[in-house]
Structures are given as structure tokens and as C-alpha cells.
């Protein structure tokens, strides 16, 4: 198969493979503007868009293979100035003055670098934007609309007070917030609009409607702006790089042409203008602010960075709203490790902490409608639950496909349709692995759950064909279409993945501790009981009661990189520790004083010096109460220092931009605007900081620190130059 034919032309797609068009390499612009690749380090001009005399009063041919300084005014200092940043791999504003027939004229637009030392400016009259009387205004209803966000406790509230801010500052029709669901279809879960238009909120849109290669630049480019979806492309002259012989990539430019099937999509749903906002949530979409008007439209730049500033601002929100089920997990996980050792104290079995109350230990936690545990061969069910052999087929197919230790669907009977005789009580499966290899699981279902779901336009009838290709559309309708659903569960939730995986962790604890029991006080040599805890994915080593070691699993020499390490007894442990004095402590406590032990300790790596690992240490008593042996369980803290230092560095950018915001010389009415937009945008990244971080399961909040981090240096650079340019609109006036 020809490479046009998977990867289509730009243009040349069709709804059969528009997922895989190039829309990255349009070759063309919207022609509100001109564009200009710079080769470095001369800056001299090797392509530029067809219509530069319009906007430049220099025909494109007048241009190319001439230095840009040939342009007049500051441009070519600017981008001299700009182009010694190390941040033009994101495209920058830029603001400068070129000679039109001898008069010195403003010009706006930004500046970006591709990775071969090629620089594309792109530039418009900054009196091409649409004048708002409210311009000035700006700074203080972008801190109200930040201050508003913070403030919202949920995601409902949330996309509520995104739209209505949102459609306030920009004066679009139709504002909506547009949520991706797992299987990449989305839904309007807020929406702001003109009384007279019909209403989008609680319409599903198909995943096929935005192509994989639209999110991805949706991901590169936060902010996307069309004025006029009827507008003429403006080519792009030579086509291809004399630098390089390829197609300009313009990923990251603003005026880049939009796909012709994209544009045909609009008409049918009678827009003309949109600005469309990405919200991002750990590298991924989350979702969209999608902005709709019903007339040409177009967008000053302040106005598109307060756009993506609001959208950096919303996507820290949902980042600290989502990653606080963390806590939620957490609180009743510490509830339930109580219930198991006064289970296994008072019973000799930990199981009654789950199954003696089923509806409030087990079901009502996670919203389940029946649970199974699967566990040395036993099975015990509560609430609803399929048949026996049922069961044992689900437990069957959840150990062969060796997949990871938390394993959730809403759609069993879509991810296997040989189980499908368990739809009806078990359409809905979160599963959690308890020991690797023994089809030991604890699992939770849900029913079925029959819904409505409202389409926008019927998304199984896509193709309406006419005389010309172009003619093919999406679809023609988007009235309302109503599909009823089946073979689906309710979604598990964020906060319900977090509690099935700490109580996996708890459960797992409790088991390698009574299986070391069974092992110590059985027989020393009872080999499946050993072998199963050499097999457990934590790191763990077993002692006796003289401390003579039996196990060093495997999870532990490969935790510290060492394989040939011999231990013989608990004494040898600080020969392993960076801090010996320390280990010696854990070792005192647990074998003299026969006490639990909880802390960190360093451990000699293999590889990378000192390894940082918290330790749970236990006596394991005997019947009689003696000490039979001991369990030691590590856990690899280098994800959590790596999360604490993302922490420490986030809190430093958040005071280093209070600090050192380039102000320039804003006035100072200006200047207090500034305060209170850049102390809104920080309060909502701390806010943010404190409820990703209230939680002691730091692995998983390094990448959201990390991001946020990013997020909120971005916030502040934004933050500034939405200021700046206020502040030279106000001195220079309209020209």
C-alpha cells in the first residue's frame, strides 16, 4: 500500500481515512495573516505565503532569499532578540513594526522554531482583531473568572463556571466544555449559549468526529482559532523547504489551514467562527473548550492567551479535583487494614473484616452490586453475582491474559464475548491481583446498565456522497438521535480505582504476613507456601526465630540490583544500608523489643549508590506468643522523592513568579491588575498543590507536580503578556 494511501495528502482524505490525513503539512494559511520561514542564522526569508503584499505591501517574490531586515521597522530585531531563547519550541508572541510604503505600521502575531534551524513568523494587523470596549478590562475578568474556577469543589460546578467565564471574555455564541470518555468519544458536559440556539448539553459526538492526528496537535498547540470557515487558502510559496526538500510542519502555527473535511463539518452544523482550547490532564486530552459563532470572528492576541491562560488554569483544577480520590482511597483503606488484623487476630482469618458485612466492607465503597474473592482455591461471593462455573471462567481468562494487577471495564461483554453469558450481573469488572500466578483476585461487579445515550446527528449513518468528494460529510444532520445503549456498566470512577488499588496493596500485605506465619510455625520447609513468597511482586525477606534467613525473594534482589547476594542471618541486614546505625534500630526493635517498625532507611544499589526504600518490619508471634520469625516488606521510594522534588520545585516557581513577573512598563493601574491576576493563577496552583499532595501515595503525583510545574510558569508567562500588550494597546491607541 502506497504511503499516500495510509497517510492521505492534506486535502485529499475522505471519511474513510481522515484519521491518518496529514493536516500537520497543510501547505496553506487563513489569510488574516502572513507567514515567513527564516533560515538561521542569517534570518533570510525561503518561503512565504502568497498573499504578503496585502498585509506587507511587498509581493511574496520581492520577499524570498532576502534578509528579513529588508522589512523595515523593529522585526528583525525582535526576532533577533527572540531567536537567542531557548523557548521558541512553543510558539512566542511577538509584537513589532515593519515600513509599509514608507510608514512605520504595528504588527502582531508569534515566533517558533522548528528543530533544523528554521524560524516561521507569522504576523497580522493588530487591528485586525475585533475592538472590545472591554479591552482594558481584561486583566480584572480574567482574575475573577481564575478566582471562580479555584473555587469550584467539583467537575459539574466546574464546567459550569468555565463556560459562562469563558463566553463572558470572549462573546462566542456558544461556549461548551466537551469531556473525552475512555474509548475517545465525547460528550458536552457544560454549555453557555444565545438564547435562541438549540441546546448541545448532554450531546455525545462520536470519537471518529475529532481524528487521532487533530488530538495530538491539540496536545502541541493549546489554542486554535478559526475567523471565517469560508474563508481562501493562502499557499504556501515554494511548497517545500529549500532547506530541507520537505513540507513546512506547521504543527504550532496559529493561521495553519484547517482540514477541508473539518470546514464541511462546520458548515453543516451552521458555524463560522470557532476557538477551541485544549484541556490536558497528565499528557493527555482530557477534553475541549470549544467556542462556536455564528458569524466571521476574529481574535486580538490578548484575548487568545487569555484563552490558553484559563485553559492552563482549568487544567490544574481538574488535575487537583481527580487526584484528590486519592485521599478518599486513603481514609478508607487505613479503616480497613484495622478490620483485617482484628479479623486475623480475633478469627485467624482476615477475610471476616470483608465478608461478615459485604454491603458496607466491601460493596457500598466502590458502588458495586456483588463482589467475589478468589483465594486458595475458595470462593466467596456477596451480593449479586454470576453462577459458579461462571466465575471460575471469568477467573480463568483473568489469569491467562496475564494483565496488570488492576484490571477495570465497563463493557465486559465488548472486551470478551466468550463471558458474555455474564453481562447481566457483570457487565461491569474491576479486578485486583492478590498473588501473581495463583488466580488469587478480588473482584467487583456491576450490572447492566440499559441507558439513553443522545447523539448529535446519528453516528452511524456518516457518508452522504454527492457529485464531488468534497461533498462527503460526517454527517448532514446533527438534530438529536437517541441510541439506546446495552452490554455497559456504570464507568468505574477515579476515586474507585484508587481505593481497589490501596486495598490491593493492604490485602497483599496481610496475605505474604499470614503465609510467613504459616510457613514459620507450620514447617520451615513447607515448599509451596515458600514459593509463593518468593514469587510475590514485593520485595520482601523471612527470618526465623533465631533469625536465620529463609527467603530473599526475588522482587528484593531486584529491587537492589545485586544477584548474587547472600544473606544467612538478620544480623547481616546493615551490611546492605547506606545507614547501618538505622538498619540496626529496625532490627532492635522487631528482635528485642518485638515491636512493629515503620520508616525509611537507604539501601546500597547495584547501579545508583543509595536507594531510598520504606520498610515494614513484624515480628510474626507464635501460638504460644513467642516470636517464630520475621517479615520485612520494602518498597522502592524513588517515585516519591522524585514527586517531593517536583513538589519543591513547583512551590519555588510559584514564589518566583510572584517575584520576578516581567512587567515591563505597565502603569501602575495595570500593574495592581497584574497582582491580582498573577495571585489568582498562583492561589489555584497552590490549591492545586495541596490536594495532589494531601495523600502519602506520592508515586503517582510526580508526573501531575511535574506538569504542573509547567502549567504554572506557562500561567505566568501568559499572565504577563496579556498585561503587556493591555498596557501598549492603552499608550498607543487604534491606528
Given at each position: 500500500m502506497?504511503?499516500?494511501?495510509?497517510?492521505?495528502?492534506?486535502?485529499?482524505a475522505d471519511?474513510?481515512?481522515?484519521?491518518?490525513?496529514?493536516?500537520?503539512?497543510a501547505g496553506?494559511?487563513?489569510?488574516y495573516?502572513?507567514?515567513?520561514v527564516l533560515?538561521e542564522?542569517?534570518l533570510?526569508?525561503?518561503?512565504?505565503?502568497a498573499?504578503?503584499?496585502?498585509?506587507l505591501?511587498l509581493?511574496?517574490?520581492?520577499i524570498l532569499?532576502?534578509?528579513?531586515v529588508?522589512?523595515?521597522?523593529d522585526?528583525?530585531e525582535q526576532v533577533?532578540?527572540?531567536a537567542k531563547?531557548?523557548?521558541?519550541m512553543?510558539?512566542t508572541?511577538?509584537?513589532?513594526?515593519?515600513?509599509?510604503n514608507?510608514?512605520?505600521?504595528?504588527l502582531?502575531?508569534a515566533?517558533?522554531?522548528?528543530?533544523?534551524g528554521?524560524l516561521?513568523?507569522?504576523l497580522?494587523?493588530?487591528?485586525?482583531?475585533?475592538e472590545?470596549?472591554?479591552?482594558?478590562?481584561?486583566?480584572?475578568m480574567?482574575?475573577?473568572?481564575?478566582?471562580?474556577?479555584t473555587?469550584?469543589?467539583?467537575?459539574?460546578q466546574?464546567?459550569n463556571?468555565v463556560?459562562?467565564?469563558?463566553?463572558?471574555?470572549?462573546k462566542y455564541d456558544?461556549?461548551m466544555?466537551?469531556?473525552?470518555?475512555?474509548?475517545?468519544?465525547?460528550?458536552v458536559v457544560a454549555?453557555?449559549?444565545e438564547e435562541h440556539?438549540e441546546?448541545f448539553l448532554?450531546?455525545?459526538?462520536?470519537a471518529?468526529?475529532?481524528?487521532?492526528r487533530?488530538?495530538e496537535?491539540?496536545l502541541r498547540n493549546r489554542?486554535r482559532?478559526l475567523?471565517?470557515?469560508?474563508y481562501?487558502?493562502?499557499a504556501i510559496?515554494?511548497?517545500y523547504s529549500p532547506?530541507?526538500g520537505?513540507e513546512l510542519d506547521?504543527?504550532l502555527c496559529n493561521?495553519?489551514?484547517m482540514?477541508p473535511l473539518h470546514?464541511?463539518?462546520l458548515r453543516?452544523m451552521g458555524?463560522?467562527a470557532?476557538?477551541v482550547?485544549?484541556l490536558v490532564r497528565?499528557?493527555r486530552l482530557?477534553?475541549?473548550?470549544a467556542?462556536?459563532?455564528y458569524?466571521a470572528?476574529s481574535?486580538?492576541s490578548?484575548?487568545r492567551?487569555?484563552?490558553e491562560?484559563l485553559?492552563?488554569v482549568v487544567?490544574t483544577r481538574i488535575?487537583?479535583?481527580?487526584n484528590?480520590a486519592?485521599?478518599?482511597?486513603?481514609?478508607?483503606?487505613?479503616?480497613l487494614?484495622?478490620?483485617?488484623?482484628?479479623?486475623a487476630?480475633?478469627?485467624?482469618d482476615?477475610r471476616?473484616a470483608?465478608?461478615?458485612?459485604?454491603?458496607?466492607?466491601?460493596?457500598?465503597p466502590?458502588d458495586?452490586?456483588?463482589?467475589?474473592l478468589?483465594?486458595?482455591?475458595?470462593?466467596?461471593?456477596?451480593g449479586?453475582?454470576?453462577s459458579?462455573p461462571?466465575l471460575r471462567?471469568?477467573?480463568?481468562w483473568?489469569?491467562d491474559?496475564?494483565?496488570?494487577?488492576?484490571?477495570?471495564t465497563s463493557?465486559?461483554p465488548?472486551?470478551?464475548t466468550?463471558?458474555q453469558?455474564?453481562a447481566?450481573l457483570?457487565?461491569?469488572v474491576l479486578?485486583i491481583?492478590?498473588?501473581?500466578?495463583?488466580?488469587?483476585?478480588l473482584v467487583?461487579?456491576?450490572?447492566?446498565q440499559?441507558?439513553?445515550v443522545t447523539?448529535?446527528?446519528?453516528?452511524g449513518?456518516?457518508?452522504?456522497?454527492?457529485n464531488?468528494?468534497?461533498?462527503l460529510s460526517?454527517?448532514?444532520?446533527?438534530?438529536a438521535?437517541?441510541?439506546?445503549v446495552?452490554d455497559t456498566?456504570k464507568?468505574?470512577t477515579?476515586t474507585?480505582?484508587?481505593i481497589?488499588?490501596?486495598?490491593?496493596i493492604s490485602?497483599v500485605d496481610m496475605i505474604?504476613?499470614?503465609?510467613?506465619l504459616?510457613?514459620l510455625?507450620a514447617?520451615?520447609?513447607a515448599?509451596s507456601?515458600?514459593t509463593?513468597?518468593?514469587a510475590?511482586?514485593?520485595?520482601m525477606?523471612?527470618?526465623?526465630g533465631?533469625g536465620?534467613i529463609?527467603?530473599?525473594?526475588?522482587?528484593?534482589?531486584?529491587?537492589?540490583e545485586?544477584?548474587l547476594?547472600?544473606?544467612?542471618?538478620?544480623a547481616?541486614?546493615p551490611?546492605?544500608?547506606?545507614?547501618?546505625t538505622?538498619?540496626?534500630?529496625?532490627?532492635?526493635r522487631?528482635?528485642?523489643?518485638?515491636q512493629p517498625w515503620?520508616g525509611?532507611?537507604r539501601?546500597?544499589?547495584?547501579t545508583s549508590?543509595?536507594?531510598?526504600?520504606?520498610?515494614?518490619?513484624d515480628?510474626?508471634p507464635g501460638?504460644?506468643?513467642?516470636v517464630v520469625?520475621?517479615?520485612?516488606?520494602?518498597?522502592d521510594?524513588?517515585?516519591q522523592?522524585e514527586?517531593?522534588a517536583?513538589r519543591?520545585?513547583?512551590?519555588r516557581?510559584i514564589a518566583?513568579?510572584h517575584?520576578?513577573?516581567?512587567?515591563?512598563?505597565?502603569?501602575?493601574?495595570?500593574t495592581q491588575?497584574?497582582?491580582?491576576?498573577l495571585?489568582a493563577?498562583l492561589?489555584?496552583?497552590?490549591?492545586?498543590v495541596?490536594?495532589?499532595?494531601?495523600?502519602?501515595?506520592?508515586?503517582?503525583t510526580g508526573?501531575l507536580?511535574r506538569?504542573?510545574?509547567g502549567a504554572t510558569?506557562r500561567?505566568?508567562?501568559?499572565?504577563a503578556?496579556?498585561?503587556?500588550?493591555?498596557?501598549?494597546?492603552?499608550k498607543?491607541g487604534?491606528?
Amino acid at each position: 500500500m502506497s504511503s499516500s494511501v495510509q497517510h492521505p495528502p492534506f486535502g485529499a482524505a475522505d471519511l474513510t481515512n481522515c484519521e491518518r490525513e496529514l493536516i500537520h503539512l497543510a501547505g496553506s494559511i487563513q489569510p488574516y495573516g502572513v507567514l515567513l520561514v527564516l533560515r538561521e542564522p542569517d534570518l533570510t526569508v525561503v518561503q512565504a505565503s502568497a498573499n504578503t503584499e496585502q498585509i506587507l505591501c511587498l509581493a511574496h517574490r520581492e520577499i524570498l532569499g532576502q534578509p528579513v531586515v529588508r522589512l523595515g521597522g523593529d522585526l528583525a530585531e525582535q526576532v533577533a532578540r527572540l531567536a537567542k531563547s531557548n523557548l521558541l519550541m512553543q510558539a512566542t508572541p511577538l509584537r513589532c513594526s515593519v515600513l509599509r510604503n514608507g510608514r512605520e505600521v504595528l504588527l502582531e502575531g508569534a515566533l517558533h522554531r522548528l528543530a533544523h534551524g528554521i524560524l516561521i513568523i507569522e504576523l497580522h494587523s493588530d487591528t485586525e482583531a475585533e475592538e472590545s470596549d472591554g479591552a482594558a478590562n481584561l486583566p480584572h475578568m480574567l482574575a475573577e473568572a481564575v478566582r471562580r474556577i479555584t473555587a469550584a469543589a467539583n467537575l459539574p460546578q466546574l464546567g459550569n463556571e468555565v463556560v459562562q467565564c469563558v463566553r463572558a471574555l470572549t462573546k462566542y455564541d456558544r461556549v461548551m466544555v466537551y469531556q473525552f470518555d475512555v474509548d475517545g468519544h465525547g460528550e458536552v458536559v457544560a454549555e453557555a449559549r444565545e438564547e435562541h440556539l438549540e441546546p448541545f448539553l448532554g450531546q455525545h459526538y462520536p470519537a471518529t468526529d475529532i481524528p487521532q492526528r487533530a488530538r495530538e496537535l491539540y496536545l502541541r498547540n493549546r489554542v486554535r482559532v478559526l475567523t471565517d470557515v469560508d474563508y481562501a487558502p493562502v499557499a504556501i510559496v515554494p511548497r517545500y523547504s529549500p532547506q530541507t526538500g520537505d513540507e513546512l510542519d506547521m504543527s504550532l502555527c496559529n493561521l495553519r489551514s484547517m482540514s477541508p473535511l473539518h470546514l464541511q463539518y462546520l458548515r453543516n452544523m451552521g458555524v463560522t467562527a470557532t476557538l477551541v482550547a485544549s484541556l490536558v490532564r497528565e499528557g493527555r486530552l482530557w477534553g475541549l473548550i470549544a467556542c462556536h459563532h455564528y458569524s466571521a470572528k476574529s481574535v486580538a492576541s490578548e484575548m487568545r492567551a487569555a484563552c490558553e491562560l484559563l485553559s492552563e488554569v482549568v487544567s490544574t483544577r481538574i488535575s487537583a479535583l481527580e487526584n484528590h480520590a486519592q485521599v478518599e482511597a486513603e481514609l478508607f483503606v487505613r479503616e480497613l487494614e484495622h478490620r483485617l488484623v482484628r479479623a486475623a487476630t480475633e478469627t485467624g482469618d482476615w477475610r471476616d473484616a470483608l465478608f461478615d458485612s459485604p454491603s458496607e466492607q466491601l460493596l457500598r465503597p466502590l458502588d458495586a452490586s456483588g463482589a467475589v474473592l478468589f483465594y486458595q482455591g475458595e470462593i466467596l461471593t456477596a451480593g449479586e453475582t454470576p453462577s459458579r462455573p461462571e466465575l471460575r471462567a471469568l477467573a480463568a481468562w483473568l489469569e491467562d491474559d496475564n494483565r496488570e494487577p488492576l484490571f477495570h471495564t465497563s463493557a465486559l461483554p465488548r472486551v470478551n464475548t466468550e463471558l458474555q453469558s455474564l453481562a447481566g450481573l457483570a457487565t461491569g469488572v474491576l479486578a485486583i491481583e492478590l498473588s501473581r500466578g495463583d488466580g488469587e483476585y478480588l473482584v467487583w461487579f456491576r450490572k447492566e446498565q440499559i441507558r439513553t445515550v443522545t447523539w448529535a446527528g446519528n453516528p452511524g449513518k456518516p457518508l452522504h456522497v454527492g457529485n464531488d468528494p468534497m461533498d462527503l460529510s460526517p454527517r448532514r444532520s446533527f438534530a438529536a438521535w437517541s441510541e439506546l445503549v446495552r452490554d455497559t456498566a456504570k464507568p468505574w470512577t477515579q476515586t474507585e480505582l484508587a481505593i481497589a488499588g490501596a486495598v490491593r496493596i493492604s490485602l497483599v500485605d496481610m496475605i505474604l504476613q499470614m503465609r510467613a506465619l504459616r510457613a514459620l510455625i507450620a514447617d520451615k520447609q513447607a515448599t509451596s507456601t515458600l514459593t509463593v513468597i518468593e514469587a510475590a511482586g514485593e520485595p520482601m525477606i523471612l527470618a526465623d526465630g533465631e533469625g536465620k534467613i529463609l527467603i530473599v525473594n526475588g522482587a528484593f534482589h531486584r529491587l537492589v540490583e545485586r544477584p548474587l547476594l547472600r544473606l544467612q542471618n538478620v544480623a547481616d541486614l546493615p551490611t546492605l544500608s547506606a545507614d547501618q546505625t538505622r538498619m540496626r534500630e529496625i532490627l532492635q526493635r522487631i528482635n528485642v523489643d518485638r515491636q512493629p517498625w515503620r520508616g525509611e532507611v537507604r539501601l546500597t544499589h547495584g547501579t545508583s549508590g543509595d536507594l531510598p526504600v520504606a520498610v515494614r518490619a513484624d515480628p510474626v508471634p507464635g501460638l504460644r506468643g513467642d516470636v517464630v520469625g520475621y517479615i520485612l516488606i520494602f518498597t522502592d521510594l524513588r517515585l516519591q522523592r522524585e514527586a517531593r522534588a517536583a513538589r519543591l520545585r513547583l512551590e519555588r516557581a510559584i514564589a518566583e513568579s510572584h517575584i520576578g513577573a516581567p512587567l515591563g512598563g505597565v502603569a501602575a493601574m495595570l500593574t495592581q491588575d497584574f497582582d491580582k491576576l498573577l495571585s489568582a493563577v498562583l492561589a489555584n496552583a497552590s490549591a492545586a498543590v495541596l490536594q495532589i499532595t494531601d495523600t502519602t501515595a506520592e508515586a503517582s503525583t510526580g508526573q501531575l507536580l511535574r506538569e504542573l510545574e509547567g502549567a504554572t510558569r506557562r500561567a505566568a508567562e501568559l499572565t504577563a503578556q496579556i498585561l503587556g500588550s493591555v498596557s501598549r494597546n492603552q499608550k498607543t491607541g487604534p491606528h
